[in-house]
């Protein structure tokens, strides 16, 4: 079994080396701003060898998305919780992390696809369970079924 690093312990040392990058962090997460995800998401695979990317999620709160990125050291049996925040509703826009773990791919497509969060730099950042020219994005709170063709409400 995988044991959790300490997310204090985690921040102190992305923030020793990686100013102005944490903004908080609890037991087991470290709370990064969003458009250093990608900076702190290296520093974790390059120094504390967080080499498997385990799952990407996102969660809607009406007033911003929360992206969280569960991380695991195979090598040194010990997993971290990185989570951002985007504040940005009408064009969510964070860093990809596929250039550190390809297994970001299809993740951060989903996302896309069903949250409208866009990962900067992903190499083919299109739809991946709906169709080209789908309107809307059926996991955002503010999605409406019964308008026809499903989308947004007017």
Not at 36 to 63: M, P, Q, W
Request: aromatic share 10%.
């Amino acid at each position: 079994m995988t044991k959790p690093l300490s997310g204090a312990e985690v921040a102190q040392q992305i923030g020793e080396q990686l100013h102005d990058t944490v903004t908080g962090s609890d037991e087991t997460t470290v709370f990064v701003r969003s458009e250093a995800i990608l900076n702190a998401a290296r520093f974790l695979k390059e120094n504390l060898d967080f080499d498997y990317l385990v799952s990407i999620t996102a969660v809607d709160f009406f007033d911003h998305f929360e992206l969280t990125y569960h991380l695991r050291s195979i090598k040194n049996n010990y997993n971290v919780i990185l989570k951002t925040r985007c504040d940005n509703r009408e064009s969510p826009l964070v860093p990809s992390v596929f250039s550190l773990w390809q297994g970001a791919d299809l993740q951060e497509r989903e996302i896309y696809d069903l949250m409208g969060i866009s990962f900067e730099g992903h190499p083919n950042m299109k739809r991946i369970v709906l169709w080209e020219g789908y309107e809307g994005h059926p996991l955002r709170k503010d999605f409406h079924l019964d308008v026809p063709g499903g989308g947004k409400a007017a």
